[in-house]
């Protein structure tokens, strides 16, 4: 018994010293229900186990004499039957130097025999002063675990089982270090009896197969099956099992999880790093948090998500500039792996740069662990401490587990943090091609910096591009608006022939004064639009349409539901989406669509090919038909060397789109309601030209006096004629190529051949001159026709 003697102890201990709800519960200490419970077991034993279950019964028996129930003060003559427990309940061979274990009051948390590993855990060794107490998620547990005792009850008396709740997990407050280590409490009630003090109340079976949840049935008992109703007597054996990494690992998983907004995503990660301090075990062991930031692939630091770090810290130095710690994180993440120093070395040659930061700031043990998510490198797990030896390879093993969590923390800053700068980019500009992306990012990077450095309302800088080469081209509906004339006259002709039809039926069933100076009305203006209108005569017509004999028979319908018949062909007739006063608006329309939906899906697809080759900027528009404008440049991609090879690689596939395109819409004219046909024109511009983004249009316009020339021929161009003719030089079926000098025409006439021997092109190229348009003349064009 000597070595047990000195690894145990065995005087009384108040976990907690006031149990809300405790008053309700009757329980003294007796070890009759232990001896019940190895009289029990003692039949179904046939090894030499029966033996020694005989002989701890003896013991039991002899020591006791018959008494049956103990007070607490009475509870340290019994020591040896207590080990005694002990050695039933653990293998003889197990250490208890190193087990966490006592023996309780039943149903009450009140210790009075343990290990001295548990007792010198709760009190100091020496003055036996109480160190710690009982703790539930950082507070105290104050109310009794009403569904804990209620399993015991149901289980000893009902042969009901109920689970007893979650893990019981209690943490403790080392006070050298002031950080808390978790518990998981594995509670032993085998050897606790149950005894009613009178008729034992009914409970249905049913009630734990309802829908109630468990709270629900505990508060059903609390007041149908009191706890004043029953006594507990008996011995509770309590084994305590750290969980400390398990509970970190599930606490950062839940942080993780919880959605939280930015200004709480600073909080969280202080928490997360809490929770990796008590991993460490010491307060002297730093961590930071590097998310792999970047802006147009390169990385970018904000001090406002850099929690912690080191070398973080060092940006915010004066004496060190930003630049270097990029420089830094650069070369890091190029190259990542494992870096441990357990002591800082003194200046060596050679030595990385960042080993003078940390002698800077009195740094004497570093590490840096990459962390990856789907074998990315998402960021650095950055520890460090002001003592020696404190970061080891002992360490970075308890670290191990949470890493594939820190990843996704890190994942989600980064993901917030682009999302930041996307929603600058988006509320400050527009939705951004990928080829200037970066730009945009850029700007947004520096605006975002700028809020953070505390300039309240920064401004947002000009977004520009120098020396990027225009390509122009229109893609136009001939003669959309003489269609669209059209299309309403003969609407108009349909609508005013139901019209006066309408009137006249009205006439001959209602005698109304009123229908008399309608029908004239209508007779005029349907004799009107056969002839021109001018704007005046349209804005009558309108106002006829619609406040008069629209008002007039909308009132009618309400009023006289007797003749509401007569007036339903008119209002069906004038329905935008069925009526026949639309259909040929609707066919026109049906076609113009048609057209742009093929043209536009042709130049979206073109727009991601000719990406592959060089970055350029791809702007179209929606007209009747389809404009776009093409930059490219070394501004618009500053990491891809440029040569003119591109631009005349994009003057290329330009002309072959444009035979492309009027191919297929040329196609399309057997399933167009209305037969359309469409012209195709290119400006050719040589010069390079400077473009900046247009925030109040959301678009790029040409920048400075000199460029503005380009902007005004490409608006001027569209109707532009033939030299001394009436001939609009845009034709169906043909390409016009417009430009200044020979040295282009010399480059188009390379290309046009080239597609000529591809069979796109017909043989013949016209070589013309075109009329002074306001501001502009000597322009000149090639103009050929495209084979079907």
């Known amino acids: 018994?000597?070595?047990?003697?000195?690894?145990?102890?065995?005087?009384?201990?108040?976990?907690?010293?006031?149990?809300?709800?405790?008053?309700?519960?009757?329980?003294?200490?007796?070890?009759?229900?232990?001896?019940?419970?190895?009289?029990?077991?003692?039949?179904?034993?046939?090894?030499?186990?029966?033996?020694?279950?005989?002989?701890?019964?003896?013991?039991?028996?002899?020591?006791?004499?018959?008494?049956?129930?103990?007070?607490?003060?009475?509870?340290?003559?019994?020591?040896?039957?207590?080990?005694?427990?002990?050695?039933?309940?653990?293998?003889?061979?197990?250490?208890?130097?190193?087990?966490?274990?006592?023996?309780?009051?039943?149903?009450?948390?009140?210790?009075?025999?343990?290990?001295?590993?548990?007792?010198?855990?709760?009190?100091?060794?020496?003055?036996?002063?109480?160190?710690?107490?009982?703790?539930?998620?950082?507070?105290?547990?104050?109310?009794?675990?009403?569904?804990?005792?209620?399993?015991?009850?149901?289980?000893?008396?009902?042969?009901?089982?109920?689970?007893?709740?979650?893990?019981?997990?209690?943490?403790?407050?080392?006070?050298?270090?002031?950080l808390s280590s978790f518990y998981k409490l594995i509670i032993d009630t085998r050897f606790v009896e149950v005894l009613p003090k009178g008729p034992l109340p009914d409970i249905d079976p049913q009630l734990f197969n309802s829908h109630l949840s468990a709270n629900e049935i505990v508060e059903w008992l609390k007041v149908h099956v009191p706890l004043t109703s029953f006594r507990f007597e008996g011995i509770t054996a309590l084994t305590m099992v750290d969980v400390t990494v398990d509970y970190v690992v599930e606490s950062i998983k839940n942080i993780i999880l919880s959605p939280v907004t930015d200004c709480e995503m600073g909080s969280h990660q202080e928490e997360v790093i809490h929770y990796l301090k008590i991993l460490g075990g010491s307060n002297d062991i730093n961590f930071g948090l590097l998310p792999f930031l970047k802006v147009n692939d390169k990385p970018v630091f904000s001090s406002e998500i850099c929690h912690h770090s080191v070398m973080a810290a060092a940006v915010e130095d004066e004496s060190r500039t930003q630049e270097t710690y990029l420089a830094l994180v650069e070369n890091y993440f190029a190259d990542p792996k494992l870096v441990v120093y357990e002591s800082v070395p003194t200046k060596l040659q050679g030595e990385p740069a960042f080993l003078e930061a940390l002698r800077h700031d009195d740094i004497h043990a570093y590490g840096l662990v990459p962390v990856y998510n789907n074998n990315e490198l998402a960021g650095v797990l950055e520890v460090s401490s002001h003592k020696e030896g404190l970061v080891d390879s002992d360490l970075l093993s308890r670290l191990e587990g949470v890493l594939p969590l820190l990843a996704q923390?890190?994942?989600?800053?980064?993901?917030?943090?682009?999302?930041?700068?996307?929603?600058?980019?988006?509320?400050?500009?527009?939705?951004?091609?990928?080829?200037?992306?970066?730009?945009?990012?850029?700007?947004?990077?520096?605006?975002?910096?700028?809020?953070?450095?505390?300039?309240?309302?920064?401004?947002?800088?000009?977004?520009?591009?120098?020396?990027?080469?225009?390509?122009?081209?229109?893609?136009?509906?001939?003669?959309?608006?003489?269609?669209?004339?059209?299309?309403?006259?003969?609407?108009?002709?349909?609508?005013?022939?139901?019209l006066t039809a309408t009137l006249e039926s009205l006439k001959e069933a209602v005698s109304l004064p009123l229908l008399e100076e309608?029908?004239?009305?209508?007779?005029?203006?349907?004799?009107?639009?056969?002839?021109?209108?001018?704007?005046?005569?349209?804005?009558?017509?309108?106002?006829?349409?619609?406040?008069?004999?629209?008002?007039?028979?909308?009132?009618?319908?309400?009023?006289?539901p007797d003749v509401a018949y007569l007036i339903r062909p008119y209002l069906e007739a004038i329905d935008e989406q069925d009526g026949i006063a639309f259909r040929h608006r609707r066919e026109l329309e049906e076609s113009i669509q048609l057209i742009n939906k093929t043209i536009s899906r042709h130049l979206d697809k073109g727009a991601e090919e000719i990406q592959k080759s060089y970055p350029s900027y791809f702007e179209k528009f929606r007209t009747d038909g389809v404009e776009y404008d093409i930059y490219i440049g070394q501004a618009i991609a500053p990491d891809h060397p440029f040569d003119l090879l591109y631009l005349r690689n994009l003057r290329l596939w330009q002309l072959h789109s444009m035979a492309t395109i009027a191919r297929l819409t040329h196609a399309l004219l057997p399933q167009m309601p209305e037969h359309l046909q469409t012209t195709q024109l290119i400006f050719v511009h040589s010069a390079a030209i400077d473009i900046s983004f247009r925030k109040d249009e959301r678009r790029f316009d040409v920048e400075g006096g000199y460029n503005i020339r380009y902007q005004v021929v490409k608006k001027r161009i569209d109707k532009v004629h033939v030299l001394e003719t009436n001939e609009r030089l845009t034709q169906p079926g043909m390409i016009a190529i417009i430009y200044f000098n020979d040295r282009e025409a010399e480059e188009y006439a390379g290309y046009i051949k080239y597609l000529q021997e591809q069979g796109m092109l017909h043989s013949e190229v016209e070589h013309l001159e075109l009329e002074e348009l306001q501001g502009v003349s000597g322009l000149r064009a090639l103009r050929v026709a495209v084979k079907w």
Not at 425 to 435: C, G, H, L, R, Y
Not at 479 to 486: D, G, K
Not at 551 to 558: G, R, W
């Open 1 to 178: 018994m000597k070595r047990l003697a000195l690894s145990m102890q065995n005087s009384v201990i108040h976990i907690i010293k006031e149990l809300e709800g405790a008053e309700q519960l009757e329980s003294c200490l007796s070890f009759k229900g232990f001896v019940n419970f190895l009289k029990e077991r003692l039949p179904y034993e046939k090894t030499m186990k029966s033996r020694f279950l005989e002989f701890v019964i003896h013991t039991f028996e002899q020591r006791l004499q018959g008494k049956e129930t103990f007070e607490l003060d009475e509870m340290s003559q019994y020591t040896d039957l207590m080990e005694l427990i002990y050695t039933c309940v653990f293998p003889v061979l197990a250490d208890e130097k190193k087990k966490l274990w006592a023996l309780s009051v039943p149903v009450s948390p009140v210790f009075i025999y343990g290990t001295e590993a548990l007792y010198n855990l709760l009190r100091d060794p020496i003055s036996k002063a109480s160190k710690a107490c009982m703790m539930e998620h950082r507070h105290v547990r104050k109310k009794l675990n009403y569904q804990h005792v209620y399993s015991i009850i149901l289980k000893a008396l009902y042969n009901i089982e109920f689970p007893s709740g979650p893990s019981i997990i209690r943490s403790w407050v080392n006070e050298a270090t002031g």
């Open 409 to 498: 923390l890190l994942v989600q800053t980064i993901d917030r943090f682009d999302e930041r700068i996307n929603a600058i980019v988006k509320e400050n500009f527009t939705s951004i091609q990928p080829a200037v992306e970066w730009k945009f990012n850029e700007a947004a990077w520096h605006y975002e910096r700028k809020l953070q450095l505390g300039e309240p309302t920064p401004l947002m800088e000009t977004i520009y591009f120098k020396d990027v080469y225009p390509l122009y081209g229109a893609i136009d509906i001939r003669n959309s608006t003489i269609e669209r004339n059209s299309a309403l006259r003969k609407d108009l002709q349909v609508q005013f022939s139901v």
């Open 518 to 560: 309608l029908l004239y009305q209508s007779r005029k203006w349907e004799r009107g639009i056969a002839g021109a209108l001018t704007t005046a005569d349209e804005m009558n017509l309108s106002f006829f349409l619609k406040d008069k004999a629209g008002v007039f028979f909308n009132h009618f319908k309400e009023s006289r």
